[in-house]
């Protein structure tokens, strides 16, 4: 069974990091291409972050320069390390997988909540 499993939300202050993990289990993660998506309360899924099996990354501009998008093929693990947290990042953070050939999402964790507070 295709498995995504999110880790690593909570509560940080303004200016502080968190690092999301999504462990991958029951896919063959090396030929995926990776995501993160959020979404804040009555807002629609945004893209955050995408990471091809080459390496290549694609960020949002609104996390250019803070957030970056990392994977670890021998762990089937890939992560979002976010630093600089402002306020509007708050939200529930889905990670995502797919077959690079594809354009949507196969795969996709339950969702972890980040909260920013002031």
Do not use: H
């Amino acid at each position: 069974q295709a498995q995504l499993v999110e880790s690593g939300g909570g509560l940080v202050q303004a200016g502080g990091s968190l690092r999301l993990s999504c462990v991958a289990s029951g896919i063959n993660f090396s030929n995926k291409a990776v995501g993160w998506y959020r979404q804040a309360p009555g807002k629609s899924r945004e893209l955050v972050a995408t990471l091809t099996n080459g390496g290549i990354t694609n960020y949002a501009d609104s996390v250019k320069g803070r957030f970056t998008i990392s994977r670890d093929n021998a762990k089937n693990t890939f992560y979002l390390q976010m630093n600089s947290l402002k306020l509007e990042d708050t939200a529930v953070y889905y990670c995502a997988a797919r077959l690079i050939i594809r354009v949507t999402w196969e795969y996709w964790g339950q969702g972890t909540q980040v909260t920013v507070s002031s």
